[in-house]
DNA sequence: ACTAGTGAGTAGGAAATCCAAACTCACCAT
DNA sequence: ATGGTGAGTTTGGATTTCCTACTCACTAGT
C-alpha cells in the first residue's frame, strides 16, 4: 500500500488541501467582512473571475460558505460564512497580526479591528486549559503515526529509525 | 509573477503572498517540529523537490527560515525557523485545531501537541486586552484605505475612524 | 583506487493552473 | 430598443507544478 513516499498525515495539510488554494482565504476575509457578491469578491479579491468561481464551488462544497439568494426576482446570490467558516475567522485574525508585525514599517496597518470590549483586537494564541500565551518552546508534538520523527529542535532525540 | 491588481490592501493578503504558495506552511510545520533537512521535508511533505527548493530560497529571502550548517566537512544544511517564522506557528497550531474539528470524524487526530501545562493543547484565539476568546459578533472592522465598503447588511454602521 | 551511497540540489518537458478579456443569460430601467 | 447589472462561463495563451533523471561533493567500504 503505502508507497516509499507518503508525506505525512496532517491537520495543517488536510485544512490547506481546502482552503490553501490561491484566494480562498482571501474570499473567506471578504465574506466574514459581510462582502459576498461576486462581484464584490472580484473587485475586493483581484482574482479571476473563473478561479473565483471554482474556488467558491469548492468551498460551498467543503461547508464553509453557502450560497444564498438577496434577490428572488432577479436572481441574485451572496456567499456567507457558515459556522465551519466563522471558526476559520481565527486563522485569518492570526495571520492579519503576523503581517501587520512583520511585513509593515510601524503603523501603517490598512486594517484595524475593534474588539467589544472597545480595544483594537491584538489577537493572542492561548492554551485553553491554562490560559497561557502558547510559545514554541512550551509544546512538544506527538505524532501517532507510525514511522515518523519529530526531532525535537535541540534535544537530542536519536530516534533516526525509519524502517522503510 | 505578474501581480495581478491587488485592490484591498491588507495584512492577510501579503502574508499569503509569502507564505501561502503551496507547500509553504508544510515547510514551517515541519521546521518547527524540528525536521529541517531538504531529504525530511521532501519525504515528510510529498513536495517535488524543484518546488521545495523554490519555497525554501523565498522563505529564506523572506526573514521566516535561516539555513545554517549542521556539518562543515560534507556541507550538510539545515533548515531553521528565525523569529518571524517561530510567530507563524500560532497560524498553524489554529489550522491544525480546525482541521481536528471539522476535517476529521472523532479523535482521529493524526498529531496532538502537548503543552507545558502537563494537557493537550487546545488553541484558543483571544483578545489580549481583555482575554475573551475571539467570536466574529464581537469584531468590528475599521478599513482604512478609502473608498473601501465594509458593507454589513445589518451593520450599516458609519464606520467612524477609531477612537484615538 | 574503485565502487556505492547520501545530501542537496538542477534540468527538462509534460500536465495542470492561472489569467484577462470577451461572452452569455436573465432581468430591470428608460 | 438600448443600456446596465449581477453572476457567472468560455476561450486561448502564459505560468506553474509535477516528476524523473541527472549532477556535484563528499564519505564509507573493500
Redesign the pocket.
Given at each position: 500500500m503505502a508507497a516509499p513516499?507518503d508525506p505525512r498525515p496532517c491537520s495543517i495539510a488536510d485544512a490547506l488541501a481546502l482552503v490553501g488554494?490561491?484566494?480562498s482565504l482571501l474570499v473567506l476575509r471578504e465574506v466574514c467582512l459581510g462582502n459576498?457578491?461576486?462581484?464584490?469578491?472580484?473587485r475586493n479579491i483581484?482574482?479571476?473571475?473563473?478561479?473565483?468561481?471554482?474556488?467558491?464551488?469548492r468551498l460551498v462544497d467543503a461547508g464553509i460558505l453557502e450560497?444564498s439568494?438577496?434577490?428572488e426576482?432577479?436572481?441574485?446570490?451572496?456567499?456567507r460564512p457558515t459556522t465551519a467558516g466563522l471558526e476559520l475567522e481565527p486563522v485569518l485574525l492570526t495571520l492579519m497580526a503576523w503581517g501587520d508585525r512583520h511585513l509593515r514599517k510601524d503603523d501603517d496597518r490598512p486594517m484595524v479591528i475593534e474588539h467589544i470590549c472597545g480595544h483594537e483586537l491584538l489577537p493572542a494564541v492561548t492554551c485553553s486549559v491554562c490560559g497561557d500565551t502558547v510559545q514554541h518552546e512550551d509544546l512538544t508534538a506527538h505524532p501517532q503515526a507510525p514511522g515518523w520523527t519529530v526531532a525535537g529542535p535541540a534535544e537530542a532525540k536519536p530516534s533516526q529509525t525509519v524502517p522503510s
Amino acid at each position: 500500500m503505502a508507497a516509499p513516499k507518503d508525506p505525512r498525515p496532517c491537520s495543517i495539510a488536510d485544512a490547506l488541501a481546502l482552503v490553501g488554494e490561491k484566494y480562498s482565504l482571501l474570499v473567506l476575509r471578504e465574506v466574514c467582512l459581510g462582502n459576498g457578491r461576486f462581484d464584490q469578491l472580484v473587485r475586493n479579491i483581484g482574482a479571476p473571475r473563473d478561479v473565483l468561481a471554482t474556488r467558491l464551488r469548492r468551498l460551498v462544497d467543503a461547508g464553509i460558505l453557502e450560497k444564498s439568494a438577496y434577490s428572488e426576482r432577479p436572481q441574485r446570490f451572496e456567499y456567507r460564512p457558515t459556522t465551519a467558516g466563522l471558526e476559520l475567522e481565527p486563522v485569518l485574525l492570526t495571520l492579519m497580526a503576523w503581517g501587520d508585525r512583520h511585513l509593515r514599517k510601524d503603523d501603517d496597518r490598512p486594517m484595524v479591528i475593534e474588539h467589544i470590549c472597545g480595544h483594537e483586537l491584538l489577537p493572542a494564541v492561548t492554551c485553553s486549559v491554562c490560559g497561557d500565551t502558547v510559545q514554541h518552546e512550551d509544546l512538544t508534538a506527538h505524532p501517532q503515526a507510525p514511522g515518523w520523527t519529530v526531532a525535537g529542535p535541540a534535544e537530542a532525540k536519536p530516534s533516526q529509525t525509519v524502517p522503510s
